[in-house]
């Protein structure tokens, strides 16, 4: 089972961004993909959250900048981040789960997204 993100680098402030996780080695579509953040002296939070059913789950503080979507055929799940702030640099990691028999939790490698000037 492997989560690889992509997708990081360094963006000015009012930029545009890309994240990609690929999961492979599941038996089936993880019923619940998500990316999270964590920057330096902060708790890892949760960004976006998009279920096998499409239900999406967005954080207050990205609303209105970020969206997310997954494509269920290839186990992918992408993270469009726009006018991005100095405030959203972090790490940010992929995550796969299932709530139900069997229960399972993932975790990718997290990317690095810089925003500065």
């Known amino acids: 089972v492997q989560l690889q993100a992509s997708g990081g680098g360094l963006v000015q402030p009012g930029g545009s961004l890309t994240l990609s996780c690929e999961a492979s080695?599941?038996?089936?579509?993880?019923?619940?993909m998500g990316w999270y953040r964590q920057s330096p002296g902060k708790q890892r939070e949760l960004v976006a959250q998009?279920?096998?059913?499409?239900?999406?789950s967005l954080a207050d503080s990205v609303k209105g900048r970020f969206t997310a979507s997954r494509n269920n055929a290839k186990n992918t799940m992408d993270l469009h981040m726009n006018s991005l702030k100095p405030e959203d640099t972090a790490v940010y990691y992929c995550?796969?789960?299932?709530?139900?028999?069997?229960?399972?939790?993932?975790w990718g490698q997290g990317t690095l997204v810089t925003v500065s000037s």
């Open positions: 998009v279920t096998s059913g499409g239900t999406t």
């Open positions: 995550r796969a789960r299932r709530v139900m028999t069997p229960v399972y939790n993932y």
């Open positions: 080695g599941f038996p089936s579509t993880p019923p619940i």
